[in-house]
């Protein structure tokens, strides 16, 4: 830890710096706006049915080990302008929750976004996904247990329907540095205005192998008799 006041899991925090070292289920809304957050190994942010998380402007980071990330277990969570890095999965949600995912960073996360068994249709203004880059600067992660690895996505999901990821009319999603940009698992998706780039296995991205990788790559992976592409503009 480097700042000595640990995240509370509700209220309105502004421009303070703090330090996360234990499981939190967040409480009602959260907002969290330009702050940093040091956060430790393994450590798990939920957000139940009812509660909201809002993240604006803000960077989260591991202090040492990778973290394990946010779910978003049927509540809302709202990620705007910020950094997040170091997680094994960014935000993995389940049971419909809400997500609005705009103009953020993010790197370093073995997953960014995963959507687990839900409908996500872009609907009352939740569930937009655009104008984020997300990266593996320098090509490798960099905190254990991933560490020296490539992301295998840096967007997941499995049973999903409804969902768009990118918007035509707004800015651009960058995926660079992963196996696979989108990985789709009996999914319907729809893709709008988005760039891949350096992505696949070490061969795709001018890089000297460190193991071998045997599994598929592709800016777009789907599998799954009820995997549907549509719209898709790259």
Known sequence: ??????????????????????????????????????????????????????????????????WQ??????????????????????????????????????????TSLWFEQGNYDVINGFNNIYGNNFDNSGGKIIKTPH?????????YLNL??????GNSLQDENIFHNSINGIYSKKSNLKVFNN?????GSDGYQNRVIVYPIASANAAINT???NSSLYSLIA
């Open 1 to 66: 830890s480097n700042y000595g006041t640990n995240l509370p899991s509700t209220g309105i925090l502004t421009n303070q710096n703090f330090d996360l070292n234990n499981n939190i289920v967040v409480s009602g809304n959260m907002s969290i706006t330009g702050c940093d957050i040091d956060i430790g190994p393994n450590i798990l942010i939920t957000v139940p049915i009812g509660a909201t998380l809002q993240i604006t402007n803000s960077h989260l980071f591991a202090c040492g080990a990778m």
């Open 69 to 110: 990330g946010i779910i978003n277990d049927g509540g809302t969570v709202i990620i705007d302008g910020s950094t997040i890095e170091d997680a094994i999965t960014t935000v993995k949600t389940i049971n419909n929750g809400r997500v609005n995912i705009r103009h953020n960073t993010f790197n370093h996360n073995y």
């Open 147 to 155: 560490v020296q690895e490539d992301p295998f996505h840096h967007i």
């Open 160 to 165: 999903v329907t409804g969902i768009t990821i």
């Open 195 to 199: 760039s891949f780039n350096n992505i």
């Open 223 to 225: 599998t799954g008799d």
